[in-house]
């Protein structure tokens, strides 16, 4: 059930029922002492707040018979890795994710508060929604080129990170670099030339103040 474990402070480690087929919104929200988890088997639908606030979360394993999800490195993705779902909060640094990856999930990176370092998939065209919120210590984030949409909040409170955009950048929503001078990221770079002004714009309406933008 939605909420099923949440809360349970106490909680280090749990093995799930081989017959589970769903597991739902916030179902191990604020598990802050949970270390590992393994998807079983038979699992088909993962909600994307599942594990909110689960800091300690360190092992996120699948089951190699699960026919929707799979794992590597400890992040979560869906069996033909398209999409990054969940990453394990403790990561630091984050470079082998496979070229396989379009879509980074919502909140999929959220709280990893010791993730200093990620290299993205060269065929990655979309961050959703709150992907990296709260990375505080992200400190350089090269977007790649075929990059297209960034979500709501992707960046807010990455307050150490600099993020220098490409040229496809054609949807960036509001708060995706923060909100004000508590949220902010500390750079958005973006590049040389009046052909990608309509960028700069983007990131302002956004939300990002001009002083803080870069050209490269």
Known sequence: ??????????????????????????????????????????????????????????????????????SEGDILYTKNKTKLLRAAFTLKEVHTIPDTVTEIGPSA???????????????????KDNAFHRCSNLKEVKLPNKLEEIGQEVFLNCTSAVITLDKKITKIEPGSFGYDAASFCKEVRIPNGTTFDHIVT??????????????Y
Do not use: M, W
Not at 39 to 67: A, G, M, Q, R, Y
Not at 120 to 126: D, H, K, S, V
Not at 202 to 215: C, D, H, L, S, W
């Open 109 to 127: 990176f959220e709280e990893c508060s010791q993730l200093a370092s990620i290299i993205l998939p060269i065929r990655l065209t979309a961050i």
């Open 1 to 70: 059930d939605s909420n099923a474990f949440a809360g349970a402070s106490e909680l280090t480690n749990i093995i799930l029922p081989q017959e589970l087929r769903e597991i739902r919104e916030n179902a191990f929200a604020s598990c802050t002492k949970l270390t590992a988890i393994t998807i079983p088997e038979k699992v088909t639908k993962i909600d994307n707040l599942t594990f909110s606030h689960c800091t300690s979360l360190s092992k996120l394993t699948v089951d190699p018979k699960n026919k929707d999800f799979s």
């Open 202 to 215: 983007k990131v302002k309406n956004a939300g990002y103040p001009e002083e803080r933008i870069k050209r």
